[in-house]
């Protein structure tokens, strides 16, 4: 019982960990989506149903690519999380709201789901488990010292 106790206080005083953990695995799953779209382009534009917009896919691979390993490491977490924002309400209102909550891929709840996770990244960061995070304590050890 003890050992329990002590797992969950651990839990409870840790959730940075959590909110780190969320935080890479979208970072990862992005990085891939943009692998996978890189591999094969024309997955993308039976997605959007269009043929004419070549920049804006190219924008969306590149942008998941970086952007999800940029996420993945905390690195940038900010300016990572807006450059896929645009993508994500792309896909939500331009896209998977025409298929509607009830279909089978359910790309709608997931697309809905990252789309608040990156917003929330956008507004509070990275977390104190980031690069962000090493960098920012290293620039106020240095104001600190001067």
Not at 35 to 51: F, H, K, N, Q
Request: glycine share 8%; proline share 1%; hydrophobic share 55%.
């Amino acid at each position: 019982m003890k050992l329990i106790e002590k797992m969950i206080a651990w839990l409870n005083n840790n959730t940075n960990v959590a909110y780190a953990l969320i935080r890479i695995f979208i970072g990862v799953a992005l990085f891939v989506r943009g692998v996978i779209l890189a591999s094969e382009p024309e997955a993308l534009t039976r997605l959007a149903g269009e043929d004419k917009m070549y920049w804006w896919y190219s924008y969306i691979t590149v942008a998941h690519i970086i952007g999800g390993l940029l996420l993945a490491i905390g690195l940038v977490t900010r300016l990572a999380s807006l450059l896929q924002v645009p993508i994500l309400f792309g896909a939500v209102f331009l896209i998977h709201l025409k298929q509607g909550l009830l279909s089978v891929g359910q790309s709608l709840e997931l697309s809905v789901l990252v789309l608040v996770l990156l917003l929330t990244y956008l507004i509070f960061g990275a977390g104190d488990l980031s690069f962000d995070s090493i960098i920012k304590k290293k620039r106020e050890k240095i104001s600190a010292d001067e």
